[in-house]
Nanobody, 124 residues
Framework: QVQPVESGGGLVQAGGSLRLSCAASGRTFGDYAMGWFRQAPGKEHEFVASISWNGVGTYYADSVKGRFTISRDNAKNTVFLQMNSLKPEDTAVYYC?????????????????WGQGTQVTVSS
């Protein structure tokens, strides 16, 4: 199994950028698809982006397409979420999750292991 741990959150002005990292312990990290989800206060948990075990397959929510980029470095057991052109509506706790199928998916129910989350706040 893997244990995801997110980092890189913080406070940024609208239009700015942040790069989230998710380090996952475990020798089989490269077998897992990885996903990013977020939850804003009073809102549903929502999918942001996902990447297959080999980095070939990626999916993005429409709300972040063209602004966010997911990538991974299996040698470092880490997945990244580069967030550009941030908007106040991107404010949320961002969670990293691992899916042992290895196939990128948008469905949170497919993910087996979750991190504790990192706060991203975008000021207007």
């Amino acid at each position: 199994q893997v244990q995801p741990v997110e980092s890189g959150g913080g406070l940024v002005q609208a239009g700015g950028s942040l790069r989230l990292s998710c380090a996952a312990s475990g020798r089989t990290f490269g077998d897992y698809a990885m996903g990013w989800f977020r939850q804003a206060p009073g809102k549903e948990h929502e999918f942001v982006a996902s990447i297959s075990w080999n980095g070939v397959g990626t999916y993005y929510a429409d709300s972040v397409k063209g602004r966010f980029t997911i990538s991974r470095d299996n040698a470092k057991n880490t997945v990244f979420l580069q967030m550009n052109s941030l908007k106040p509506e991107d404010t949320a706790v961002y969670y990293c999750a691992a899916d042992d199928s290895g196939i990128a998916t948008i469905y949170s129910s497919n993910y087996d292991y979750w991190g504790q989350g990192t706060q991203v706040t975008v000021s207007s």
